[in-house]
């Protein structure tokens, strides 16, 4: 049974025949991504089928646009769709292309400033559009004791010894609109807790001020849980250990060789 990706969607399952029609009937083509059971990720028909060979393909996003529609960076083939991103890594460094993100169990590892493959993190799925560039802090889980003794100390010492590193990622059409929802339920689920609290003790209501505070912080857990992208497990030399990866994602990658 055959899987192809069309806007973003996946759409099948199809059987040989069907999918034979629809690659007759141009409505997948080569450069559409597919999937069957014994594919190790998804990819490009012109890929899986033959007919075009790896220098007719972007290293960045996977798509074959043909060798005549490539330019080299680097040592690295891209196409012109992700030619600024792949000009902003090397400006800031980096390796170009997929060279710079692996898998290490549950967690992926990336290089500061690495572009991440054109496929969503959560589903793996093919996307299209600019990158999200992705600012990333990190320090080790100790310095939260200086909350205990004040939260002013803590903030300046976090500050001061945090480490930090950029990513650019791609998400989904699906899960792009599902994290604009966790963003929307935040924005507005942060001033109606206050407001509720300032109600509350206005008006002496013990049960106002309470309700108030679990809006608050259910509204924080949303926007810190349900609208992030992935979350920052470790950074130590340039480099970044992330979580809250698709597992499909993940096992695209090459695994983490330590070096």
């Known amino acids: 049974m055959w899987y192809y990706v069309d806007n973003g969607q996946q759409q099948g399952p199809f059987d040989e025949a069907q999918f034979e029609g629809l690659i007759a009937g141009g409505t997948v083509n080569p450069g559409t991504y597919v999937w069957k059971e014994g594919q190790p990720n998804w990819l490009p028909l012109g890929q899986v089928r033959g007919g075009l060979s790896q220098g007719d393909t972007c290293q960045v996003c996977q798509k074959p646009v043909g060798a005549d529609n490539l330019i080299e960076l680097s040592g690295v083939r891209v196409c012109a769709a992700c030619k600024p991103v792949a000009l902003q890594s090397l400006l800031e460094g980096v390796a170009v292309g997929n060279i710079g993100v692996w898998a290490e169990g549950k ?11 054109q496929r969503c993190v959560k589903c793996n799925a093919p996307t299209s559009g600019e990158a999200m560039k992705r600012k990333l802090f990190w320090h080790p889980p100790a310095y939260y004791l200086f909350i205990f003794l004040h939260i ?14 950029t990513i650019h990622v791609h998400l989904c059409p699906q899960h792009q609109r599902r994290r604009l929802y966790f963003l929307i339920a ?15 003790i206005a008006t002496k209501s013990t049960l106002g001020v309470v309700a108030g505070i679990v809006l608050f912080l259910a509204a924080c857990g949303v926007g810190l849980f349900g609208a992030r992208i992935t979350w920052t497990a470790r950074i130590k030399e340039k480099t970044v250990w992330l979580g809250g990866v698709g597992k499909d994602f993940r ?9």
């Open 107 to 117: 967690r992926i590892v990336a290089r500061d400033g690495a572009l991440f493959p």
């Open 251 to 259: 096992a695209s990658l090459p695994p983490w060789n330590g070096s």
């Open 152 to 165: 002013i100390i803590y903030i300046i010492v976090a500050i001061i010894v945090r480490k930090r590193a």
């Open 186 to 200: 935040t924005w507005l689920g942060l001033p109606l807790g206050l407001g509720l609290i300032m109600a509350g």
